[in-house]
């Protein structure tokens, strides 16, 4: 939000969320984003899931024409922009180029591909943003080799800090958050987190 100053001002007590879909799906073998779950797609599945808490969702795409006929209401495509002459960025570079269309203070961060994700988590999850020091950027689920980036919570002003690290050619979540502070979101139950990137992962899904 613009104030008559000219300058943005973040709107708290709001959410934005960024759902990254820039995989080439190479170990499924077909686009993952596609993929029906009853009367939706993984993709749109998960963006219901993120308007549950956020007024706007963001997805993060090279491929916009693929997606334009899937996205529910207050989804908005934003074009990838590769980097470094690859066929695909890291998912650290589609997060910042979105991040910079953020103007509330809190960003959900989710991957295109988490089946078992509900609204009822989400909905929980963000209660516990209250409890987040002002030192610390994000909210993130942790596992035994570091966190869990691609389902969780970050402040949008982690941009500065972001586009350093970028800058100097850091292109990983982990190394990106090594050096700064951030809370633990706890979970009790860690199915949500489970990433679809195999036609086996696949059938355990469509099995159940």
């Known amino acids: 939000m613009m104030n008559e100053n000219g300058t943005t ?24 984003a596609l993929l029906n779950m009853g009367e939706n797609t993984l993709l749109s599945h998960v963006c219901l899931i993120a308007l549950e ?5 963001y997805v993060v795409t090279p491929w916009i024409e693929k997606y334009q006929s899937i996205l529910p209401p207050n989804c908005q ?3 990838e922009e590769l980097v470094l002459n690859t066929r695909s960025n890291t998912p650290i570079i589609g997060f910042h180029q979105a991040l910079q269309l953020v103007q509330t203070e809190w960003v959900l961060l989710l ?3 988490l ?14 943003l209250a409890t987040v020091l002002p030192t610390e950027i994000a909210l993130l689920p942790r596992h035994p080799k570091g966190w869990e980036t691609l389902c969780g919570f ?8 972001l586009k350093f ?26 199915t949500c987190l ?6 086996a992962d696949w059938k355990l899904i469509s099995d159940r």
């Open 53 to 57: 808490v956020a007024t706007k969702v």
């Open 165 to 190: 690290y970028l800058d100097n050619g850091g292109r990983s979540f982990q190394g990106w958050l090594k050096n700064l502070a951030v809370r633990e979101l706890k979970m009790s139950d860690r």
């Open 115 to 128: 089946p078992y994700l509900s609204s009822f988590q989400v909905k929980q999850w963000s209660k516990t």
């Open 194 to 199: 489970f990433n679809c990137n195999t036609p």
């Open 9 to 32: 001002e973040l709107i708290e007590h709001e959410i934005t969320a960024i759902v990254l879909a820039g995989g080439e799906s190479s170990r499924m073998g077909r686009d993952k």
């Open 154 to 161: 970050y402040r949008s002003n982690a941009r500065s800090s």
């Open 111 to 113: 991957a295109c591909d």
């Open 77 to 79: 495509l934003v074009k």
